[in-house]
T-cell receptor, first 119, second 113 residues
Framework: GAGVSQSPRYKVAKRGQDVALRCDPI?????LFWYQQALGQGPEFLTY????????KSGLPSDRFFAERPEGSVSTLKIQRTQQEDSAVYLC?????????????????FGEGSRLTVL | AQTVTQSQPEMSVQEAETVTLSCTYD???????LFWYKQPPSRQMILVIR??????QNATENRFSVNFQKAAKSFSLKISDSQLGDAAMYFC??????????FGIGTKLQVIP
C-alpha cells in the first residue's frame, strides 16, 4: 500500500487478555517506531526498529509489552495480561532513512493507529 | 534527554485570520530537527512543516511558517489565512540523535467561521 497500515483499528479486550497489534510500514522504510497516545496527550515513544533490529525499547512501560519485526518489514506490538491503564491509541510510524549515512530528514509517516480499550 | 513543551492547550482563530502556536524545547544534541505535525479527528498524524536546526532561515510551506529562535529554544508555528480545514490538534516535535521523535502534548486549534 501507499501508506502505513495498522490493524485492528479498534480492539476491545477484557482485563488480563493478550492483544497483538500489527503495523505494515511503507515499503522500503528502514526505521519503524511505536508510540502510545493516551486520550488528550501527545504520542509517547515506546520502541524503535532499524530493519529487524530493535535498537531502543526504553519506552516500553513494562515487561508485558513486547515488539518484534522479524523480517524487517511488518511489526507486531504485543501486550500481555492487559490492564486498564493500557487503554490508548497505539501509533506506528515509519521512516526511510537509517541512522547512519544518507540524507536525514527525520520525517515520520504515521498510520491511523489502533485504539485499544481494556475493560 | 529531549523535551518539548506546548503551553497552549487550546487556541481559536477566526477564519481567514492569523494564529501563532507556541513551542519550546530542550536537547543536548547539536544536530536536530523540529517539526509541527497536525492530527485531525481521524487520528492520522501528518507533517505540516520541518526545520533543520543548522539552518538560520525560517521554514515556510504555503500558509504555514515558523519562527525558529535557536538560542531561546523556541519554535512557533504561524498559520496565515486560517481555513476551516486547519482545525486539528497540532503537535510540536523534536528529532535528535538517532532520529527518535519526541512530541509535545499538543494544542487544539479551533477555527471559527
Amino acid at each position: 500500500g501507499a501508506g502505513v497500515s495498522q490493524s485492528p483499528r479498534y480492539k476491545v479486550a477484557k482485563r488480563g487478555q493478550d492483544v497483538a497489534l500489527r503495523c505494515d510500514p511503507i515499503s522500503g522504510h528502514v526505521s519503524l517506531f511505536w508510540y502510545q497516545q493516551a486520550l488528550g496527550q501527545g504520542p509517547e515513544f515506546l520502541t524503535y526498529f532499524q530493519n529487524e533490529a530493535q535498537l531502543d525499547k526504553s519506552g516500553l512501560p513494562s515487561d508485558r509489552f513486547f515488539a518484534e519485526r522479524p523480517e524487517g518489514s511488518v511489526s507486531t506490538l504485543k501486550i500481555q495480561r492487559t490492564q486498564q491503564e493500557d487503554s490508548a491509541v497505539y501509533l506506528c510510524a515509519s521512516s526511510l532513512v537509517r541512522t547512519s549515512g544518507g540524507p536525514r530528514t527525520g520525517e515520520l509517516f504515521f498510520g491511523e493507529g489502533s485504539r485499544l480499550t481494556v475493560l | 534527554a529531549q523535551t518539548v513543551t506546548q503551553s497552549q492547550p487550546e487556541m481559536s482563530v477566526q477564519e481567514a485570520e492569523t494564529v501563532t502556536l507556541s513551542c519550546t524545547y530542550d536537547t543536548s544534541e547539536s544536530d536536530y530537527y523540529l517539526f509541527w505535525y497536525k492530527q485531525p479527528p481521524s487520528r492520522q498524524m501528518i507533517l505540516v512543516i520541518r526545520q533543520e536546526a543548522y539552518k538560520q532561515q525560517n521554514a515556510t510551506e504555503n500558509r504555514f511558517s515558523v519562527n525558529f529562535q535557536k538560542a531561546a529554544k523556541s519554535f512557533s508555528l504561524k498559520i496565515s489565512d486560517s481555513q476551516l480545514g486547519d482545525a486539528a490538534m497540532y503537535f510540536c516535535a523534536l528529532s535528535g540523535g538517532y532520529q527518535k521523535v519526541t512530541f509535545g502534548i499538543g494544542t487544539k486549534l479551533q477555527v471559527i467561521p
